[in-house]
Nanobody, 124 residues
Framework: QVRLVESGGGSVQAGGSLRLSCAAS????????MGWFRQAPGKEREGVAG???????TYADSVKGRFTIGKDNAKNTLYLQMNSLKPEDTAMYYC??????????????????WGQGTQVTVSS
């Protein structure tokens, strides 16, 4: 039902910033979760940041203080502001969502709608 399209990825030097966007089409009904995940080559997909319909946010310890998740309900868009980027942040970043959720958080198995991903590359 919900289609997600990420944008905003690119290449940046360490210490720089990027702002990722996730445009959602379709409708959420109730108790939705949205989140950002990333996957580097040879590694498992990991949760980065998430937000619930009630506004509750969750961040991975590795990005706390550097990344901020936000949403613009009028534009039906999710954002990830990424500051003080490090080479270890290099990964494909995916937007994810789920409706009728019991709870949100950063477990990837919670989500059932995924975007195509946008590449973030941080050079040292």
């Amino acid at each position: 039902q919900v289609r997600l399209v990420e944008s905003g990825g690119g290449s940046v030097q360490a210490g720089g910033s990027l702002r990722l966007s996730c445009a959602a089409s379709g409708y959420f009904y109730t108790r939705y979760c949205m989140g950002w995940f990333r996957q580097a080559p040879g590694k498992e997909r990991e949760g980065v940041a998430g937000v619930a319909s009630d506004g509750t946010t969750t961040y991975a310890d590795s990005v706390k203080g550097r990344f901020t998740i936000g949403k613009d309900n009028a534009k039906n868009t999710l954002y990830l502001q990424m500051n003080s980027l490090k080479p270890e942040d290099t990964a494909m970043y995916y937007c994810a969502a789920v409706d009728f959720a019991y709870r949100c958080g950063l477990r990837k198995d919670v989500y059932n709608r995924w975007g195509q991903g946008t590449q973030v590359t941080v050079s040292s």
